[in-house]
């Protein structure tokens, strides 16, 4: 007889052997799972960078902000990508969405090719190396390489995600070597809606 506070995650073994395949399969699941997660939340970057382009705040100096928590967004000017920065007391986190325009569509129905997520700075990195690696590579660093990700995939420093996405063709969105750490960014892009639909709410 089975247990009704049992829920499927308690069980793993029910669901996938625990072997190298089963790793590759948890893996796909996570990127597929991180990629919904951001489909979610598309909307309010793309609100995001449409308000803050309206206002002009374009630098750290002329931030959309302060939002609640020290939390501060703008925009980094780019000519082949919409680029936003988030930062909050601990974190400051690119937003990259490469700009990709199909001719069968038109730019009024204009596509992005990838979308990525890096920090570049957190407090809590872990472990060591990888917080000396963000101290060695800053906002600075980015801008010297145009917003262009090197590898796009983990190899990145500071990598959280990167992102295919193309609905207009019915694909599914997913997300190269995703951790939870990635849906944990993707979320608390959430904490913008409230400043955006009333920016008077801004502290």
Not at 8 to 26: C, T
Not at 37 to 47: G, V
Not at 78 to 85: A, K, M, T
Request: charged share 30%; net charge negative.
């Amino acid at each position: 007889m089975s247990n009704d506070s049992e829920n499927w995650y308690d069980h793993p073994e029910r669901i996938q052997e625990a072997n190298g395949v089963g790793d590759l399969h948890v893996q796909w699941f996570i990127d597929n799972y991180v990629g919904g997660r951001l489909d979610q939340n598309m909307d309010l970057f793309n609100r995001a960078f449409a308000l803050l382009t309206e206002r002009g705040n374009y630098s750290r100096d002329n931030a959309f902000g302060e939002m609640h928590g020290d939390c501060y967004l703008w925009i980094e000017k780019c000519e082949h990508s919409q680029v936003l920065v988030y930062e909050q007391q601990s974190s400051r986190t690119l937003f990259i969405k490469e700009n990709l325009y199909d001719e069968t569509y038109g730019e009024d129905q204009a596509m992005f090719g990838k979308f990525h997520i890096r920090e570049v700075w957190y407090k809590y990195a872990y472990p060591s190396w990888k917080k000396a690696q963000l101290k060695g590579y800053k906002l600075k660093d980015w801008r010297a390489a145009n917003f262009k990700p090197r590898y796009g995939d983990s190899r990145d420093i500071g990598y959280v995600a990167t992102a295919e996405h193309n609905n207009l063709r019915g694909h599914e969105t997913s997300v190269k070597d995703a951790t939870m750490r990635a849906s944990t960014i993707i979320d608390l892009m959430g904490f913008w809606e409230v400043y955006l639909d009333n920016p008077e709410e801004l502290e």
